[in-house]
């Protein structure tokens, strides 16, 4: 899988030669040694062969050098191979006299295209999407709604059509029994557009967590850079931190005091860190509380930390009866009310900051930032994420950590690195605080459905070009990289650009004009911790997965994959209808 076939045909004469590759994804990288070629044999005249397997998930560089002792460069050659593709490289000399030497790369067998299986699945689910569709629409035909009821239960069907009354609408009831009042209208108040966020942002997390069909865009980033992958975990801490704000204000409006509130969000949060350290243990074939190797950190156990500094900061300045700002600038009425929180994360910040480029490291240079390995040409091989792996290898001790980072493929790099590690937190707690400021918006603007957009999409703007400026618009090259691993303040204002634009988009659709009821991804969204807790424990049950007949096939893990998303999904749409749903 992701592999191609190359020969290599060498018709120059001794010593030989070396091949070597670079990845298009390492930035920085020493070439990694692939294959001697030997020489041709002049009295056969028979040139000198080697085959390798090359990568063709990224562009390669393929580098081509004199085996001789001064390793001259012969040739260089960049191409994106395709998978199972079968190559040959002929290398041969132009002229005598010049000594020009050309590399031609010919195909021998077309590879396959290994996207196919990912068109075929769009197709199916909106062929699924579509039947549902015309399913409702055909249900809202009075004949067809009847029909459709009688087959499935005659006799209440006779009972309702021989009725003098009949079957009175929802309007009626509603308006007769005035006791549904209370729960209609809690229902209304619910912002169904932050279950569905969070529901999406899940569903694609089990996706990936599962593998995401061994597609290299449904992994982590190696180091810099932002894939598929990496944008559930920021939207979902982003998520809470919406909720933090709508379900606190709740809670003190209906008389809980603060105490009373501070105990549950204690609570919550142990039972989060529990749950991620001793339920979601990484360790479990080594025994559930194998305390040795015990992996501390997690994202249940960020969740919890993240979730546990801003209920208690929000829970620290919120009143129950908050009003309108009557200050001098109402247009930040949602802001200039919070400055004391406001300049609390600030100050987190500034410790992240000074922290990342100003702590001493030992063997590396001051501000290191990178994947250590064989990046920056092999200088920082065990620099692995600069200070943050630093405090994390000096607090937790390496056995307590991550022990294969992204980076660990692409960069070679060796040692552990936690991609939820401690100075990491500080920026979730950022993230957070965002979607807190998400939630402030709905509150302040309650009912303006243009107010709360029209904040949404300025605040989607200036997280966008505070990344443009912290990223120089370049994936390695800006002031501060867009980097999941160490949780950089630029991947934070990147992700949450993107999350204010797509709770934008959602509440439009779900709570505004309510063209969209949220289905499917609100199901799991009202379930979240069960749906993660569960596809982590049962990842390697069936039917979550199986034996499958061919391991290296694209489409058979994202059969498989799908397959175990879609079972959560269904499980969740299960417990919606059954009102039954696992609040911590």
């Known amino acids: 899988m992701d592999q191609a076939l190359l020969l290599v045909h060498n018709e120059l004469p001794a010593p030989g030669l070396n091949l070597a590759a670079r990845s298009g994804s390492c930035h920085q990288c020493l070439y990694q040694f692939l294959a001697f070629v030997p020489p041709s044999n002049e009295r056969l005249r028979k040139p000198g062969t080697a085959s390798v397997m090359v990568d063709t998930q990224h562009p390669l560089t393929l580098l081509l050098l004199n085996s001789s002792v001064d390793d001259r460069d012969l040739c260089k050659v960049q191409y994106h191979f395709g998978e199972f593709g079968n190559y040959s490289l002929v290398v041969k000399t132009l002229s005598t006299s010049t000594q020009t030497v050309s590399c031609d790369l010919i195909i021998n067998e077309g590879p396959i295209n290994s996207y196919l299986p990912i068109l075929f699945a769009f197709l199916v689910y909106m062929g699924i999407l579509a039947i549902l569709i ?57 912002l169904h557009s932050l279950d569905t966020f969070r529901g999406l942002s899940l569903v694609i997390m089990v996706f990936v967590n599962y593998g995401g069909g061994k597609y290299w865009f449904f992994k982590h980033e190696s180091w810099n850079g932002l894939t598929v992958a990496d944008l559930v975990f920021p939207w979902f801490v982003f998520i809470m931190g919406t909720s933090i704000a709508l379900a606190l204000g709740s809670m003190l409006r209906w008389g809980s005091s603060k105490w009373k509130v501070l105990r549950k969000i204690l609570w919550r949060t142990f039972v989060l860190i529990l749950l991620g350290i001793i339920v979601v243990n990484p360790n479990y074939c080594l025994g559930p509380l194998s305390w040795d190797n015990l992996r501390i950190p997690g994202v249940l156990q960020r969740l919890g930390f993240t979730y546990l500094v801003v209920a208690a900061l929000e829970l620290l300045f919120t009143r129950a009866d908050s009003g309108t700002w009557e200050g001098r600038f109402p247009a930040l009425q949602d802001i200039l009310p919070y400055w004391p929180q406001w300049l609390f994360i600030l100050v987190l910040e500034a410790i992240w900051l000074c922290l990342t480029f100003l702590l001493p490291v030992p063997d590396c240079p001051r501000g290191y930032i990178g994947p250590g390995g064989i990046g920056d040409f092999g200088k920082y091989p065990n620099c692995t994420g600069g200070a943050a792996g630093y405090i994390d290898r000096l607090l937790l001790g390496e056995k307590h950590m991550y022990q294969h980072p992204s980076s660990g493929v692409t960069y070679q790099t060796t040692m552990p690195y936690d991609p939820e590690g401690i100075l990491g937190t500080i920026n979730s707690i950022v993230m957070a605080f965002l979607g807190l400021q998400a939630g402030r918006i709905t509150l302040f603007y309650k009912d303006q459905h243009k107010q709360i957009m029209s904040r949404f999409v300025i605040w989607g703007i200036v997280m966008g070009i505070i990344s443009a400026i912290l990223t120089k618009c370049s994936k390695e090259e800006g002031f501060i990289p867009i980097n999941k691993n160490l949780w950089s303040i630029s991947y934070v204002t990147t992700t949450s650009c993107f999350a204010f634009t797509l709770l934008l988009l959602m509440y439009y659709l779900v709570d505004v004009k309510k063209w969209w009821s949220g289905a499917p991804f609100l199901y799991p969204g009202m379930n979240s911790i069960l749906v993660y807790v569960g596809h982590q424990v049962f990842a390697n049950y069936f039917p979550f997965k199986w034996k499958m007949q061919d391991s290296q096939s694209h489409a058979e893990h994202l059969t498989q994959n799908l397959t175990a998303t879609t079972l959560w999904v269904i499980i969740s749409y299960i417990l919606y209808r059954r009102r039954i749903f696992w609040k911590i």
């Open 134 to 190: 015309a399913g409702r629409l055909l249900m809202k035909i009075d004949p067809v709604r009847n029909w459709v009821y009688k087959k499935l239960n005659p006799r209440a069907t006779d009972r309702m059509i021989n009725s003098e009354l009949g079957s009175p609408n929802t309007t009626d009831s509603i308006n007769c029994d005035p006791s549904p009042h209370p729960w209609s209208s809690a229902s209304r108040r619910r």
